[in-house]
């Protein structure tokens, strides 16, 4: 697979132009699905598997690569479909979500379109709720218009992993616990499943979380606070942004807000299950005022706890 999968080095340039790129694969028959590159660590031929026991009914086992044992996932299976059979066209992609690795079981592994997010829409309304989508887009392959799918992940690992939101005791400042009621956050995520972990934890707080799902419904609430002459950070403590979302994504939000005077000067913090290592590069460079990794509780209430304490000495 090396032919389709390159380095994400070559790629991070297209990070902060509001562009990204999909990895295509069918889960057998003729529908394409698909994965943001910048989540996969490679794509490999379908290796032999070793049984995990008491795993989740969506987990077919662990594989062994170069040393590393990697729970292996039946995308098929997990987004609510009939289970996948391994055949001579299976693949392995590997990924890197919210600081853990894991392999999802796929088909044919087609190739890599290069788009702009203000190409990805959100799924129809006609898909229902309990659908494992984060959003579609459509290229044009021999004169054809082509749907593609791309699959909310962190839905998929919140049905597998159980990851928690109670806040550990003795995180919360006690001399400041009063502070944080009535408090409200701005939070850009496209994933429902991000918005309701983020939400969660903070309501222990008494803090109330205004959700937009991608970065233009962000950009154009705050401006439109602006336009009616409200001091933004008077509306909010502060914004917590995804880093990938449809039509705009977090860097270039970021960068809109830094480009807008009356706005500038919000506390922005990137929330991402992208590489931390390289978006704390990608946070110097378009101008966040942190970052942190999903999805961990306890390091989110310090985050904001800090940024409280910060508000409440100026």
Avoid at 3 to 21: A, I, P
Avoid at 94 to 114: A, C, D, M, P, W
Avoid at 190 to 207: E, F, H, K, M, Y
Avoid at 274 to 301: E, H, I, R, T, Y
């Amino acid at each position: 697979m090396s032919n389709v999968m390159n380095s994400v080095d070559q790629r991070t340039n297209l990070v902060g132009e509001n562009r990204l790129e999909l990895l295509l694969f069918h889960l057998s028959g003729r529908q394409l699905f698909a994965l943001n590159v910048f989540k996969i660590k490679e794509v490999v031929k379908l290796p032999k598997l070793s049984m995990l026991p008491s795993s989740h009914s969506s987990i077919e086992g662990v594989a062994n690569i170069r040393g590393d044992s990697i729970p292996v996932i039946n995308l098929r299976s997990a987004i609510g479909m009939r289970p996948m059979d391994a055949d001579e066209e299976s693949n392995l992609i590997i990924t890197e979500y919210n600081r853990s690795v894991q392999g999802f079981l796929v088909g044919k592994v087609e190739h890599i379109v290069n788009m702009t997010w203000q190409e990805i829409m959100e799924p129809p309304s006609t898909v229902g709720r309990q659908h494992y989508l984060t959003a579609i887009t459509k290229i044009v392959e021999d004169d054809k218009e082509v749907l593609i799918e791309i699959i909310d992940v962190e839905k998929v690992l919140a049905e597998i992993i159980h990851y928690k939101v109670e806040i550990t005791q003795g995180i919360v400042d006690e001399a400041i616990l009063s502070e944080f009621e009535g408090r409200k956050i701005l939070h850009a995520d496209d994933s429902p499943t991000a918005r309701n972990q983020v939400a969660s934890t903070l309501a222990q707080l008494g803090i109330e979380i205004i959700p937009v799902k991608n970065g233009l419904e962000a950009l154009t609430l705050l401006q439109s606070w602006a336009d009616e002459g409200k001091n933004v950070k008077d509306e909010i403590l502060m914004l917590i942004t995804d880093a990938e979302m449809p039509v705009m994504d977090g860097y270039k939000l970021t960068n809109e807000i830094r480009n807008d005077p009356r706005i500038s000067d919000l506390f922005i913090v990137l929330n991402t299950s992208l590489s931390g290592d390289f978006n704390k590069a990608m946070v110097q460079k378009v101008g966040c005022d942190d970052f942190l990794s999903k999805f961990q509780p306890d390091l989110l209430v310090e985050v904001v706890q800090n940024r409280l304490k910060a508000k409440l000495s100026e």
